[in-house]
């Protein structure tokens, strides 16, 4: 929360509106509720998090922005959306940290180019577990660039070595 600069107001609001977290029995059944076959999903639409792990902080994350977005009534390319999401809270059960290599590896490699990764509809039709963490490393490099001493809040280890 702090990350996203929530202010006191905005904290005692998502005090009083729970957030709404369905835990599934796996990922076909997380793919019953949200139409999503998969580890979790985002529903924006009910602001519910649907999820076949107890803890999935990449969907709490993509919650939480768009509650602070939602003053804009902005929604961001899914690659942005989905990239700083898995930023923060890596893709379960990978961490952050391990999710900024694949994306890495993805990008050097050219296995798949972020530019066909530009528009929403072509984000969804590639596999997620390639668009999420090359997505991750395109938004963790504008985030870093942009915003000084970001690098240090999303990735401590890499800086107490």
């Known amino acids: 929360m702090k990350l996203l600069g929530f202010t006191e107001e905005e904290k005692e609001l998502l005090r009083k509106n729970k957030l709404v977290y369905i835990v599934a029995l796996n990922e076909k059944n997380v793919g019953e ?4 076959e998969g580890k979790g999903a985002f529903l924006p639409a009910w602001d519910e998090i649907t999820t076949s792990t107890p803890y999935n902080l990449n969907g709490l994350t993509e919650q939480l922005i768009r509650i602070k977005l939602s003053k804009m009534k902005l929604t961001g390319p899914k690659l942005f959306e989905k990239g700083f999401a898995a930023a923060v809270g890596g893709i379960s059960p ?3 940290g391990l999710v900024t290599k694949l994306g890495l590896f993805l990008q050097k490699s050219g296995m798949l180019d972020v530019a066909s990764l530009s528009e929403d509809s072509s984000f969804v039709q590639n596999d997620p577990s390639f668009t999420y ?3 991750q490393r395109i938004t963790s490099f504008c985030w870093i660039s942009l915003v000084p001493g970001l ?3 999303l990735y401590p280890k890499e800086h107490t070595k």
């Open 33 to 36: 509720f949200s139409g999503i």
């Open 94 to 96: 990978r961490s952050s």
């Open 133 to 135: 963490p090359l997505a």
């Open 151 to 153: 690098s240090k809040t």
